[in-house]
């Protein structure tokens, strides 16, 4: 290394204390086993990082490696790669902004997300970012059995209508005119969800809407989760041009990257789509 930024060979070797043999030796030593794998692993990262258009961490490439691609490797050495590298996930966190509602539901939910069963809890909530043109809205319906969008809405405004769309397409696609009732529906205190258009389109397909206190994180985590990892890995990678340019992305982001590519560590580094199949087959 000090030989390289020009300093003669003769010197260097005497400051490390090490034989100048032993410099010219390893220069003409062929790459050792340990070295090829490392190189091999190190474009193999590569290429998981660029395809998770570089949203992965230590975490996920590593899941990516041992289950997707069924490479035998330790999450240290993973991390240690990716370090040499310059790769990294996208970190960060969210700030929420809370409104009172014209109609307030009851916790059905207590903080208690996990269900043994698709379709036994809904929660929902929306989202705004800026493009150059204007602001995007967007709500989601996640379902906690297997953390899956099953329903989503985009729009220029925050109106009822954004979240009720999301809800019904929620009910349309998961449920149909057959489904038995009592679905939690599972919200924050904005007047969107307290609106009569939202709350009638939930009961009228004998669903329960349910509503957390206000100004509490921990009464809606699961759904705030979901909107800070789409902060990080999609919105706030870009500056925005035009609406129809960000709503294109956040369908790809909700549909194909997260519904059906995104592992996730609380379902086993598997996919949502994946988790529902697997579940539903074993307990039929």
């Known amino acids: 290394m000090i030989a390289a930024q020009g300093l003669p060979v003769q010197v260097a070797c005497r400051v490390l204390s090490v034989a100048e043999s032993g410099y010219y030796a390893q220069r003409h030593r062929a790459p050792s086993q340990r ?11 590569t290429e998981v990082h660029a395809a998770s258009h570089g949203r992965y961490g230590i975490r996920r490439v590593h899941a990516e490696l041992t289950l997707g691609k069924g490479i035998s490797v330790d999450h240290l050495q993973v991390g240690l790669l990716m370090q040499r590298a310059g790769l990294k996930g996208l970190t960060g966190r969210r700030r929420w902004k809370r409104i009172l509602p014209d109609q307030i539901s009851t916790d059905l939910v207590k903080r208690n997300f996990p269900r043994q069963e698709p379709n036994r809890l809904w929660v929902t909530d929306l989202t705004e970012h800026r493009t150059r043109e204007d602001k995007v809205f967007c709500c989601v319906v996640l379902d906690t059995f297997s953390r899956r969008v099953v329903g989503w809405s985009i729009d220029s405004s925050p109106t009822a209508a954004l979240a009720t769309n999301a809800l019904g397409m929620a009910i349309d696609t998961r449920l149909g005119a ?3 009732p009592g679905t939690v529906i599972h919200s924050d205190q904005g007047v969107q969800f307290g609106s009569w258009a939202f709350t009638t389109r939930a009961k009228a397909a004998g669903r329960l809407p349910s509503m957390g206190s206000v100004g509490d994180c921990y009464d809606h985590s699961m759904i705030e989760a979901f909107w800070s990892r789409m902060q990080v890995e999609l919105l706030d990678t870009l500056i925005w041009n035009t609406r129809i340019e960000l709503a294109n992305a956040i369908f790809e982001y909700l549909e194909i990257w997260h519904n059906r590519k995104r592992r996730h560590g609380r379902l086993g580094w598997v996919t949502p789509v994946e988790d529902e199949r697997h579940r539903i087959i074993t307990a039929a």
């Open 178 to 180: 057959n489904a038995e």
């Open 35 to 45: 070295q090829i794998r490392h190189a091999w692993l190190t474009e193999v990262i």
